[in-house]
């Protein structure tokens, strides 16, 4: 099963040079994500930078429906630990993926390959996308920040605002009008079917306190339009950092 090593790091989500923005446009967003780091838990929030989710729910490639519970573990912009099970047709398949720094490998069974250069290449760019949702780096001078207008999610208002980072795809991060609460972030990934980048929509929900700070419970996630991904969050730790032995090769 292939197909499911790109989606299953994207669960923990066009290149183009940051260009730089009009002052008071780049101003604009900046209060924008200065609400949204607040709403989320502001002080507390940017306490870690590491966290690990426990999931459960399905996942929808080629048009079929499988089911899955996993475990994510992040730390900062490169390192990634995805290890998942999932039923397909009454059996059941494990997966691991592991993205630490300029390695990476994935274990299916008893097997473990590294990933070659477009694995790599693909695994940094969904680890980096991972990292900007935080929310927590995004004060530092490389990121450049524009707002992109503002849309109906749920039929709620909420304002976006597009992350540029030098050599990383754009990812567009929109928040609720009334309450900065991220709803939904926008960005180009490669699809593991077809090779061809797509435009994958995820959509956070169901907001409760974890450590003092705003995470959510609900994960819905679109490519191209089409259901993609329905995960609920069963457990969700924040940290400062993990243990290197996370993301040993598996």
């Keep these: 099963m292939r197909h499911g090593r790109y989606s299953l790091l994207s ?5 183009a040079a940051p260009v730089a923005a009009r002052a008071d446009d780049a101003a604009d967003a900046r209060a924008l994500v200065d609400k949204a780091v607040k709403a989320h838990g502001g002080a507390e929030l940017a306490k870690f930078s590491a966290y690990t989710v426990r999931m459960k729910g399905t996942v929808k490639p080629f048009d079929k429906v499988i089911a899955f519970t996993g475990v ?3 730390h900062g912009p490169d390192r990634q630990k995805v290890d998942i099970e999932v039923e397909d047709g009454g059996l059941k398949f494990r997966f691991v993926i592991v993205l630490n720094g300029d390695k990476g490998w994935h274990r299916s069974g008893d097997e473990t390959k590294a990933m070659d250069k477009d694995e790599l290449a693909e695994a940094k760019e969904l680890a980096h996308a991972g990292w900007v949702t935080t ?3 995004l004060k530092d001078k490389t990121f450049t920040l524009a707002t992109v207008g503002e849309i109906k999610v749920d039929g709620r208002a909420a304002v976006g605002v597009k ?3 030098k ?3 754009d990812v567009d991060l929109y928040f609720v009008k009334e309450t900065g609460l991220l709803v939904k972030i926008e960005s180009r990934v490669k699809d593991e079917g077809s090779g061809q980048e797509v435009t994958e929509e995820t959509y956070p929900g169901e907001y ?7 995470q959510p419970m609900k994960i819905t996630r679109k ?6 991904i329905e995960g609920k969050v069963t457990g969700y730790d924040l940290a400062e950092k993990l243990d290197a032995d996370v993301f040993a090769k598996p």
């Design 163 to 165: 992350v540029s980072s």
């Design 167 to 169: 050599g990383r795809r």
């Design 11 to 15: 669960f923990g989500l066009l290149l």
């Design 72 to 74: 994510v573990a992040s």
């Design 223 to 228: 490519r191209d339009g089409k259901a993609y």
């Design 135 to 137: 929310l927590v780096p």
């Design 208 to 214: 409760k306190e974890v450590q003092g700070t705003k």
